[in-house]
């Protein structure tokens, strides 16, 4: 039987101590670290993103803003509001909520947002640092599956790492992370011949393609630590992660839940995404 890495503790655990920080942060500055989330239309599942970030960034003392707007809103409106955010100095995070609308261009709108500012570490600028290893704001969800990773205690330099799915917002980015952090990194996607083969190679296996269930324990290498990205539908309409979990759960090494893993420690990795640039702004 496999462990399950519980994210929803692991998560709150450690935004108690970005609260403590944020605390003496603004005990010694007067300065309260702002993030605005920008929502454009009225995508459900953002909706609940938004909201539990909303609550979790105000309980560990951040000012929190979200600006929606609608759906019909135009490019050049949201490049405009964004633009007034990069001026605004209470204002350190910015976050677009992603998908936009299909007659926004989502990479237009990404390049406005200033690169200090861009807590979710897809400005190209972060993109670029973090490929050459200079500093940079991490994407959340990535940041967050390190995390994970090393809360079992397993050493990742060595291992063989495989990544499924190549997305610039998760598969690319946890990809670099863990070439990072010394693993043997393969990266597999819709056109891998042979996808379990592959899998098959993983001491610590990342899945990120959106498909429901659609990793079975004939993917995984006995003992593995395997990290379900995925917030995905059931047919019963449930959430559920790109995993099949009750299949995998006693071939697996460690695994992380949906919901409850990967999703929560998204929003901790924003929170504290949004203290180090109030600390850079203001230093
Ligand atoms: N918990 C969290 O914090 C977050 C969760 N998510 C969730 O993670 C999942 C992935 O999101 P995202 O990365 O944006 O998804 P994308 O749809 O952008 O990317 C999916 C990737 O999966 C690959 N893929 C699709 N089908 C297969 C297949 N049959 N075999 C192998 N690879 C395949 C695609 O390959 P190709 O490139 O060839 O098309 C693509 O690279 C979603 O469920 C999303 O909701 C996303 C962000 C944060
Ligand atoms: N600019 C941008 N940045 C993102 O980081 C971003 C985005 N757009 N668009 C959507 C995806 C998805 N994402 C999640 C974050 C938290 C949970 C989360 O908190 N999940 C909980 C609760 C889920 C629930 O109850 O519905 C859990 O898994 O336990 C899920 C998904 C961030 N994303
Ligand atoms: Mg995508």
């Known amino acids: 039987m496999g462990h399950i890495i519980n994210g929803k503790q692991i998560a709150a655990q450690t935004q108690v101590s970005i609260t403590e920080r944020i605390e003496a942060f603004t005990a010694e500055t007067g300065v309260k670290p702002g993030l605005t989330v920008v929502l454009v239309g009225e995508d459900q599942a953002s ?50 909520q992603l998908p936009l609308p299909k007659t926004i261009d989502a990479d237009k709108v990404l390049d406005r947002i200033s690169p200090l500012k861009d ?17 940079a704001f991490v994407p959340c969800t990535p940041a967050g599956i390190i995390r994970l990773i090393k809360s079992t205690g397993e050493t990742i330099a060595g291992k063989e790492a495989v990544v499924v799915g190549r997305s610039n917002i998760v598969g690319k980015p946890v990809a670099q992370l863990l070439l990072q952090e010394n693993a043997t990194v393969t990266i597999a996607h819709s056109r891998t011949t042979d996808l379990a083969a592959v899998t098959k190679r993983a001491d610590i296996l990342v899945v990120a393609t959106g498909l429901a269930k659609f990793i079975k324990k004939e993917h995984l290498k006995p003992g593995a630590i395997v990290i379900d990205v995925g917030m995905d539908r059931d047919e019963n309409n449930r959430l559920c992660g790109d995993v099949d979990f009750d299949d995998c759960i006693d071939v697996a ?31």
């Open 47 to 96: 909706q609940v993103y938004v909201r539990n970030k909303e609550k979790r960034a105000v309980a560990a003392g951040i000012n929190s803003a979200v600006i929606r707007l609608e759906a019909t809103t135009s490019e050049a409106e949201l490049l405009a509001v964004v633009e007034q955010l990069n001026q605004a100095e209470e204002v350190h995070g910015i976050l677009v």
């Open 119 to 135: 807590v979710d570490g897809f400005h190209p600028i972060n993109v670029g640092n973090l490929a050459i290893g200079k500093e």
């Open 253 to 283: 090494g460690y695994l992380t839940p949906v919901p409850g893993g990967v999703g929560p420690m998204t929003i901790t990795m924003l929170l504290e995404n949004t203290l180090i640039s109030a600390e850079r702004h203001t230093n």
